[in-house]
C-alpha cells in the first residue's frame, strides 16, 4: 500500500512551458485534491475531484487543469508556466472520514 | 464555509503540555474540527477530528466547548519533534463541503 504517490519531486520550468503533476492513490478513495503551498505559507486549494469524471475548483484554480478518468489518479496540468506558479505542490486524498487527508510527498515546482 | 484563526506562533519546551486554539465563529451545525501537523518538506499529516465535548487519541486531545465556537489542541510533553505547523479545519464534507480551507496554521518550536 503506497498512499499517495506523487511524480516528479522537482521540476524547473520555463516561462510559458506546460507540463503534468501526477498523482495516484491506491486506497480506492473517492475524493482527491490538489493544493498549492507558497514558501511560508499554508496551503491552498486549486481543484478537487469527488469521484471518477467529477472536478471542480478550489481557491486558486486559474492556470491549472485537471481531470479525473479513474479513482486511482488525479494530474494537474499546468497549460503555460508563469513565475507565479511557483511552489509545492501537494495531492491529497480521502474516503469515509470528512476530513482524514492523506496527502502526498509534494512536488518543488520553480518557474523561470 | 467556517472561517478558523489561530496563532502565527507559540514557543515551547521540551517535556511542557502545549495548548494551540484555533477559533471559528461561524461553524456550522454539522461542521467537525481537524487538525494536521506539517513538518518542513512534507504533507500535512492528520492528528486528531471532533465534533463536540472531548476527544483523545494517542498523539493529542482536542477539547471542544459546548458552543463549538473554539477548539483546543493539547499536545501533551512535547518533544523537539513536535516542531511543526498546526492547522484547524472545520467543516462537513457530507453535506457537499469540500473546498476546507488550511488557513496560515500555528507554527510551534519547541525549544530544548
Known amino acids: 500500500n503506497a498512499g499517495v504517490t506523487q511524480t516528479p519531486k522537482f521540476q524547473v520550468l520555463k516561462t510559458g512551458q506546460s507540463m503534468t503533476l501526477q498523482c495516484a492513490q491506491d486506497m480506492n478513495h473517492e475524493y482527491m485534491s490538489w493544493y498549492r503551498q507558497d514558501p511560508g505559507m499554508g496551503l491552498r486549494l486549486i481543484h478537487y475531484?469527488?469521484?471518477?469524471?467529477?472536478?471542480d475548483q478550489g481557491e486558486v484554480p486559474n492556470g491549472y487543469n485537471v481531470s479525473r478518468s479513474t479513482t486511482e489518479d488525479f494530474p494537474l496540468r499546468l497549460l503555460s508556466a508563469a513565475p507565479s506558479q511557483t511552489s509545492v505542490y501537494f495531492c491529497a486524498s480521502t474516503q469515509g472520514s470528512p476530513y482524514e487527508q492523506y496527502f502526498g510527498p509534494g512536488t518543488r515546482l520553480t518557474v523561470t | 464555509l467556517a472561517k478558523t484563526t489561530q496563532p502565527i506562533s507559540m514557543d515551547s519546551y521540551e517535556g511542557q503540555e502545549v495548548n494551540i486554539t484555533c477559533s471559528h465563529n461561524?461553524?456550522?451545525?454539522?461542521?467537525?474540527i481537524t487538525w494536521y501537523q506539517q513538518f518542513p518538506s512534507q504533507g500535512p499529516r492528520f492528528i486528531i477530528q471532533?465534533?463536540?465535548t472531548k476527544v483523545t487519541n494517542e498523539v493529542a486531545s482536542l477539547f471542544i466547548p459546548a458552543d463549538r465556537k473554539s477548539s483546543t489542541l493539547s499536545l501533551p510533553r512535547v518533544s523537539l519533534s513536535d516542531t511543526a505547523v498546526y492547522y484547524c479545519?472545520?467543516?462537513?464534507?457530507?453535506?457537499?463541503?469540500?473546498?476546507?480551507?488550511f488557513g496560515t496554521g500555528t507554527r510551534l518550536k519547541v525549544l530544548a
Open positions: 475531484s469527488v469521484g471518477a469524471g467529477i472536478t
Open positions: 479545519l472545520v467543516g462537513d464534507m457530507l453535506s457537499g463541503t469540500y473546498k476546507y480551507i
Open positions: 471532533g465534533y463536540k
Open positions: 461561524n461553524i456550522a451545525t454539522n461542521d467537525y
